[in-house]
């Protein structure tokens, strides 16, 4: 526990019976303060609570491995099957149109090399930078897990959501 935690460890109940004057320790007086403390106690241990819940938002950030487990965190708690890759970006291959009068760089058969074509969405330029991979059963709504998405990756990134 780091000294930054131990700072709001407080025992309300202990401190009253301390900050009260030693001659006026009485049973009863004690048991009063300490039942006018509860409230403080209920507003302290929200507080903490609080507290705990934004240090665990302010972690989150772009990191990949991040971004998984509050992704995991927040849709898939029990088996994390969440996964964040990089998206494959193949070159594109130049395959032209005659009426464009440019060269077709087509192989021959004795090259012994497959001409594999993409698609527009397959080739490097039109390509996103990551993928998220949401298994099939997993319950999510699209639009809240693309904005909780964007809420924390690096604005010039793109990604989509695969449903795998």
């Known amino acids: 526990m780091a000294f930054t935690d131990r700072v709001y460890n407080v025992n309300w109940n202990k401190l009253v019976v301390w900050m009260l004057p030693t001659f006026m320790r009485s049973p009863i007086l004690k048991a ?3 039942s006018v ?5 209920e507003t302290h241990n929200r507080f903490i609570a609080h507290k705990n819940y934004i240090a665990y938002w302010l972690e989150i950030d772009s990191q ?5 487990k509050a992704l995991n965190d927040k849709y898939d708690t029990a088996e994390r099957r969440i996964v964040i890759v990089d998206a494959l970006e193949k070159l594109p291959t130049p395959f032209y149109r005659p009426q ?3 060269p077709v ?3 021959v058969k004795s090259e ?3 001409l594999v074509l993409y698609t527009k969405q397959e080739t490097a330029a039109f390509s ?7 298994p ?3 319950n999510f709504d699209m639009v809240e897990m693309r904005a909780f998405i964007d809420t924390f990756k690096t604005p010039s990134k793109t990604y989509k959501v695969q449903i795998v």
Request: glycine share 0%; net charge negative; hydrophobic share 55%.
């Open 136 to 138: 099939l059963f997993v």
């Open 128 to 134: 996103v930078d990551f993928i998220v991979k949401v």
């Open 112 to 114: 012994d090399e497959e």
């Open 105 to 107: 760089v087509l192989r």
């Open 32 to 34: 009063f303060l300490q």
């Open 100 to 102: 464009e009068n440019k």
């Open 64 to 68: 990949v491995w991040r971004m998984e």
């Open 37 to 41: 403390m509860v409230q403080i106690n």
